[in-house]
């Protein structure tokens, strides 16, 4: 019944989350000569230097996937990931004279948070399509799972984010940790290299990480032929379903103390 009520309240606060949503688009784009082609520069740019080095130089494999299109899957759903982590880890102390002064759902922050990067998510994408038709990438029926695989990905990065901005008000040491490991995340995630390049005994540990399922499947919903391991991407879906369950609800424990604290 409390948890039915809170959604209602969430529910009546909906105008207010459309606000945040746009208000943060507007803030990110605001005196910018390219406006939203930032949002497919930054893959675009980190896969051609991924390519270079890494596929080039280093000779990392790409599992036979032409390695542009190895990397910019991957990168995009990860470059979603850690701008929706950092912008709801810091949601409430970026809004802290708007948490002091009126009343609202504190959710509304880091969800508004979340949200916004999806926006960035779709306009990138446009960009695989092309990439694509260049590499002459055949379209499968498989294709239609990369926007469904964004729940699983925008789950987690609710969930973690929640978590982040509720230990961030109480603990200050959070806003500069987290680019550190958001860094270090990208190491452990299979996108400079695949996850069958990993030794066997180490995939298991690879698996703890959520994100290791969910960009794989990003992956291999773009190449027909190649089988999703949905073994590997269930794992994903449970941890990903604990932590937002767990950020949810330590979120919600904390939240009438923001206000004083902050």
Same mark, same amino acid.
């Given at each position: ?18 606000? #945040? ?9 605001? &005196? ?9 520069? &930054? ?49 409430? #102390? ?32 446009? =960009? ?10 055949? =379209? ?19 969930? #973690? ?12 040491? =959070? ?7 958001? &860094? ?15 030794? &066997? ?12 399922? +969910? ?12 089988? +999703? ?12 379903? +604990?932590?937002? =369950? ?14 004083? +604290?902050?």
């Amino acid at each position: 019944m409390q948890r039915a009520g809170h959604l209602r309240e969430f529910w009546r606060y909906r105008e207010l989350l459309y606000f #945040l949503v746009w208000r943060d688009l507007k803030v990110r784009y605001k &005196q910018t000569k390219l406006g939203a082609a930032w949002a497919i520069l &930054q893959p675009f740019v980190t896969m051609i230097i991924f390519t270079i080095f890494f596929g080039r130089l280093a000779g990392i494999p790409s599992d036979d996937i032409p390695r542009p299109i190895f990397y910019y899957s991957a990168l995009l759903p990860w470059t979603y990931f850690a701008s929706a982590l950092t912008g709801a880890g810091n949601s409430l #102390l970026s809004n802290s004279d708007l948490l002091t002064k009126v009343y609202f759902p504190r959710l509304a922050l880091p969800v508004a948070a979340v949200l916004t990067g999806l926006i960035d998510f779709a306009i990138a994408s446009v =960009v695989l399509i092309g990439m694509m038709a260049y590499y002459a990438v055949p =379209v499968s029926w498989e294709l239609l799972l990369w926007p469904l695989l964004l729940l699983p990905l925008t789950a987690l990065a609710l969930g #973690l984010g929640t978590i982040l901005a509720a230990l961030n008000v109480n603990f200050r040491d =959070v806003k500069h940790a987290l680019p550190f490991c958001v &860094q270090l995340l990208l190491f452990l995630t299979p996108i400079i290299y695949p996850a069958s390049m990993v030794p &066997q005994p180490y995939r298991s540990l690879l698996a703890l990480n959520p994100l290791t399922g +969910i960009i794989e499947a990003f992956r291999a919903a773009l190449i027909p032929g190649r089988a +999703i391991d949905w073994g590997l991407l269930g794992i994903s879906a449970v941890t990903t379903t +604990i932590l937002l =369950v767990i950020g949810l609800t330590y979120f919600r424990r904390t939240e009438r103390e923001f206000a004083d +604290i902050i």
